[in-house]
């Protein structure tokens, strides 16, 4: 079990860059989320989806486009990126049906992204 | 709507003393789970607890005990005797169903310092 894989895990950007972050668990949660922490604001949620098809909108999805085409994968676009992105990204899975670990969200190890 | 409040931003005690994070939330659904996340400086998150709202029996684990009081809305983590290993932010997180939509959200984390 790899659980949450983030990839990459550190990039550099120009402003008006895009580039997409990459997440993918294989528990087959059902639950998948983008979170950005930045000092003193905790974590943020951006965007999430509660199967595949499904995506919402978090507390800051401006900027950011999410899909989720299968249940393993929730990619993250940012189309045009500007400095206020620069953080610190992490992805999360939870289970919201049923077992041990249920509710419990494992995270990825996180993505250093600095727009210049 | 959600919410998670942790008042103190920035804790600091010398080690060995007691000490006890605040957690207060709000919720209008009447199934909720509340959670607490530790993030060490190497950044990665660590799951700690996980409570539903029916279950307000307090939980000891090792040093770590939770106190959750339903009637004052809040879920206060106490570590007894700290050591300088738990030096980090901790989280403190509100799931449930809302409008319909399932929602994971976090305060804004207290930050632990133990001193040796």
């Known amino acids: 079990n790899a659980g949450v894989t983030q990839t990459p895990k550190f990039q550099v950007l120009k402003t008006g860059q895009s580039m997409t972050l990459q997440c993918a668990q294989d528990?087959?949660?059902?639950?998948m989320s983008w979170y950005r922490q930045d000092p003193g604001m905790g974590l943020r949620l951006i965007h999430y989806?509660?199967?595949?098809?499904?995506?919402d909108q978090g507390e800051v999805p401006n900027g950011y486009n999410v899909s989720r085409s299968t249940t393993e994968d929730f990619p993250l676009r940012l189309l045009s990126a500007a400095p206020s992105q620069t953080s610190v990204y992490f992805c999360?899975?939870?289970?919201?049906?049923?077992?041990?670990?249920?509710?419990?969200?494992?995270f990825g190890p996180g993505t250093r992204l600095t727009v210049l | 709507a959600q919410k998670v409040t942790q008042a103190q931003t920035e804790i600091s005690v010398v080690e060995k003393e007691d000490v006890t994070l605040d957690c207060v939330y709000e919720?209008?659904?009447?199934?909720?789970?509340l959670f607490w996340y530790k993030q060490p400086p190497s950044g990665e998150l660590v799951f700690l607890i996980r409570?539903?709202?029916?279950?307000?029996q307090n939980e000891i684990s090792g040093r770590y005990s939770w106190n959750f009081q339903k009637s004052t809305s809040s879920f206060n983590f106490t570590i007894t005797a700290s050591q300088v290993v738990d030096s980090a932010v901790y989280f403190c997180?509100?799931?449930?169903?809302?409008?319909?939509?399932?929602?994971?959200?976090f305060g804004t984390g207290t930050r632990l310092k133990v001193l040796a």
């Open positions: 989806s509660v199967g595949a098809g499904i995506t």
């Open positions: 997180a509100l799931s449930g169903y809302t409008s319909g939509t399932y929602k994971y959200i």
């Open positions: 409570r539903n709202s029916f279950d307000e």
């Open positions: 999360a899975s939870s289970s919201i049906s049923s077992g041990r670990n249920y509710n419990e969200q494992f």
């Open positions: 528990m087959n949660h059902e639950y």
């Open positions: 919720t209008r659904d009447t199934t909720y789970y």
